[in-house]
């Protein structure tokens, strides 16, 4: 497997309540590799086949701290559980 970046999919319904300044809640994070020839950029599916069109990428790169989770710790209670079995095989 290729390098590996992590996403934010955003709660978008919430998007209409947060305060001006502030990111909606973040709903679940995944994993995706990058495109093919462009390891700067997020590519289209995530592990678990999801569309990362309108994803943020975290900044985020597993590769870069091997000793620790392939997630930010602190959004461990929403890691997508399908793209967290593929990490883990």
């Known amino acids: ?3 590996i ?6 709660d978008n319904a ?7 300044g502030e990111e909606p809640a973040v709903r679940r994070v995944h994993a995706a590799p990058t495109a093919p020839g462009a390891p700067a950029v997020t590519g289209p599916r995530t592990l678990c086949g999801k569309d990362t069109f309108a994803m943020e990428a975290s900044g985020w790169k597993p ?11 602190e ?8 793209c967290h079995a593929v990490m883990e095989t």
């Open 63 to 73: 590769s870069e701290a091997p000793e620790t989770p392939w997630y930010p710790e």
């Open 5 to 10: 970046v992590v996403v934010y999919e955003r």
């Open 14 to 20: 919430a998007a209409t309540r947060v305060p001006r």
């Open 1 to 3: 497997m290729g390098e």
């Open 75 to 82: 959004y461990a209670s929403v890691v997508c559980p399908d």
